[in-house]
């Protein structure tokens, strides 16, 4: 099983800065078959990412992605009020598909 | 929009089986995509429980398979998860979710339900 390990786990940040997340697989993740998901307490996670840098609909271009093999990273440019969250990444290259643990972005 | 909603009881007792409903808007389930489950624990985080395709195909955790059921319900556009034989470990917030397009990823999600185990 592919363990994905993020960090840091708390990224505490003004609106406006820049933020980084780290993603990184215990093997290789092959075909980049990486996702990221933005998730708030009490509502449906989102799809933000999936194959490591393609954005789903309707994302933000200030959300990207980038990484290959062990190193993933999601990238989110100038942070807007409502991007304060938690987020996860997931490998779908190896069954049992697995999650990381989660980074939550707060307001610093 | 496609849009899925959780149902079913809070609480079950140990050694009873789980059963939740997903009721699906804005796409029918009979036109393609799988169809699954995602749990949330403290313990072991996100946990993807399995999936199923209209046509009958299925995807299930290996550590969870044996006790897992999912299904399709087309006339009613929603599909179910039976978790058997539930013990504390299993208490969780349960996702519904529709496997994206070209990978084993979720485009769509519900908003969760917690089950919690006791009795």
């Known amino acids: 099983e592919i363990v994905l390990t993020q960090s840091p786990g708390t990224l505490s940040l003004s609106p406006g800065e820049r933020a980084t997340l780290s993603c990184r697989a215990s093997?290789?993740?092959?075909?980049?078959?990486l996702a990221w998901y933005q998730h708030k307490a009490g509502q449906a996670p989102r799809l933000l990412i999936y194959g490591a840098s393609s954005r789903a609909t309707g994302i933000p271009d200030r959300f990207s992605g980038s990484g290959s093999g062990t190193d993933f990273t999601l990238t989110i440019s100038r942070l807007e009020p409502e991007d304060f969250a938690v987020y996860y990444c997931q490998q779908y290259a190896s069954s049992p598909w697995t999650f990381g643990q989660g980074t939550k972005v707060e307001i610093k | 929009q496609v849009q899925l909603q959780e149902s079913g009881p809070g609480l079950v007792k140990p050694s009873e089986t789980l059963s939740l409903t997903c009721s699906v808007s804005?796409?029918?389930?009979?036109?393609?995509?799988?169809w699954g489950w995602i749990r949330q624990s403290p313990g072991k985080g996100l946990e993807w429980i399995g999936s199923?395709?209209?046509?009958?195909?299925?995807y299930f955790n290996p550590s969870l398979k044996s006790r897992v059921t999912i299904s399709l319900d087309t006339s009613k556009n929603q599909f179910s998860l039976k978790l058997s034989s539930v013990t504390a470990a299993d208490t969780a917030v349960y996702f519904c979710?529709?496997?994206?397009?070209?990978?084993?990823?979720?485009?769509?999600w519900g908003q969760g339900t917690l089950v919690t185990v006791s009795s």
């Open positions: 804005g796409y029918s389930i009979s036109s393609g995509y799988y």
């Open positions: 093997q290789s993740v092959s075909s980049s078959s």
């Open positions: 979710a529709r496997k994206g397009t070209s990978g084993w990823f979720l485009d769509y």
């Open positions: 199923m395709y209209h046509g009958g195909n299925t």
